[in-house]
């Protein structure tokens, strides 16, 4: 150019490793809580990584709680039982306690209380007992002998006073439930409800006429 020394200005050379350590210096920190932004081959390791699926610790909706469950099974009116292969839910144990602790309870009792609870315990194959009460006239609840039930038949496991080898629903004149925690037994408004789920029972007095007393007594 006329008489002007023209100067060139290089443009400046700067490396990709030394814009990026500047922009690098230059990057404001993340802000709390929030994660740095991976770059370059780090970012593309992570999105490759899949996550692991945690469990949901949230019940289903129709799925209840412990406490409730547990309230609706206590306010059941039977209280639970083991199911006995005859099909009838077992009563042994409730059985036991009635004659133990109600009907052959105290001093006065104690030979035949022994006597009675060691044959009943020595017949362990049944699980649905019933007890047979001696007068339904008198309606006192002495004990005459149990029952078990056995391939569709009622059989006679211990005697006490005279009784029939075998029950029949025919023979029934009242069922009765033992409560235990009252010590008690009370009468089942229907005879229709049967032996099945009677604890204890009164026969019409005709099928106990011929009856002796028992050389247990």
Request: charged share 20%; net charge positive.
């Given at each position: 150019v006329?008489g002007v020394?023209?100067?060139?200005?290089?443009?400046?050379?700067f490396s990709?490793?030394?814009?990026g350590?500047?922009v690098?210096?230059?990057?404001?920190?993340?802000?709390p809580?929030?994660?740095e932004v991976?770059?370059?081959?780090?970012?593309?390791?992570r999105?490759?990584?899949?996550l692991p699926?945690?469990?949901?610790t949230?019940?289903?909706l129709?799925?209840e709680?412990?406490?409730?469950l547990g309230?609706r099974?206590?306010?059941s009116?039977?209280p639970?039982?083991?199911?006995?292969?005859s099909?009838?839910?077992?009563n042994?144990?409730l059985?036991?306690?009635?004659?133990?602790?109600?009907?052959?309870?105290?001093?006065?009792n104690?030979?035949?209380?022994?006597?009675v609870?060691?044959?009943?315990?020595?017949e362990?194959?049944?699980?649905?007992?019933i007890?047979?009460?001696?007068s339904i006239?008198t309606?006192?609840?002495?004990?005459?002998?149990?029952?078990?039930y056995?391939d569709?038949?009622?059989?006679?496991?211990?005697?006490?006073?005279g009784?029939p080898?075998?029950?029949?629903?025919?023979?029934?004149a009242?069922?009765?439930?033992?409560?235990?925690?009252?010590?008690?037994?009370k009468a089942?408004?229907?005879?229709?409800?049967?032996?099945?789920?009677a604890?204890a029972?009164?026969?019409?007095?005709?099928y106990?006429?011929k009856?002796?007393?028992s050389?247990?007594?």
């Amino acid at each position: 150019v006329d008489g002007v020394v023209a100067t060139e200005f290089a443009a400046p050379n700067f490396s990709a490793r030394q814009v990026g350590g500047d922009v690098a210096k230059k990057r404001p920190p993340c802000l709390p809580g929030c994660a740095e932004v991976a770059s370059g081959n780090e970012s593309a390791e992570r999105n490759n990584q899949a996550l692991p699926v945690q469990p949901s610790t949230r019940p289903p909706l129709n799925q209840e709680s412990g406490s409730e469950l547990g309230t609706r099974r206590s306010a059941s009116a039977a209280p639970p039982g083991q199911l006995h292969p005859s099909g009838l839910q077992s009563n042994r144990k409730l059985i036991r306690n009635a004659l133990d602790r109600c009907l052959l309870k105290g001093e006065a009792n104690r030979p035949l209380r022994e006597r009675v609870l060691q044959q009943f315990d020595a017949e362990r194959n049944y699980g649905r007992i019933i007890i047979l009460f001696k007068s339904i006239h008198t309606g006192r609840h002495d004990l005459r002998a149990l029952y078990a039930y056995s391939d569709g038949l009622w059989v006679r496991i211990v005697e006490v006073f005279g009784s029939p080898p075998t029950l029949q629903p025919r023979m029934v004149a009242q069922c009765l439930r033992y409560d235990s925690g009252a010590k008690s037994f009370k009468a089942l408004a229907a005879l229709r409800e049967g032996l099945g789920v009677a604890d204890a029972v009164f026969l019409h007095p005709q099928y106990l006429h011929k009856s002796r007393a028992s050389a247990s007594t």
